[in-house]
């Protein structure tokens, strides 16, 4: 389907991450990581990572967000700059502005924003 998916984001599963902040979790702050991080719930602020983020399928996410590469199924109200890849599943919804070295809209998705391809 999309060549994309063959980098190995799309196959992780829940356990294969050491954080995943629940359906639950409501938090509004900065979040620095590291390590590949889930987000199910709530997250208000702004994410920084030098690692995978994956925003769940019913998660809701206020913030800007800078991560090596950002798999969106849930949705998002900010802008992403992802340092290797944005994608944006059929699932997702995206306000804000995306900039990446690759970007990938599947078709279904919700995008408003505008879109810039760097090296």
Known sequence: MFETKNNGLFELEEEDFDTV???????????????????KGKVSGKIEATSDLVIAAGAVVQADIVADRVLIRGKVDGNISGKKMVFIASTGVVEGDISSAEIALEPGCVFSGRCTMVK
């Open 21 to 39: 902040l629940a359906t639950d979790i409501s938090f509004t702050g900065e979040v620095y990581f590291e390590e590949p991080l889930m987000i």
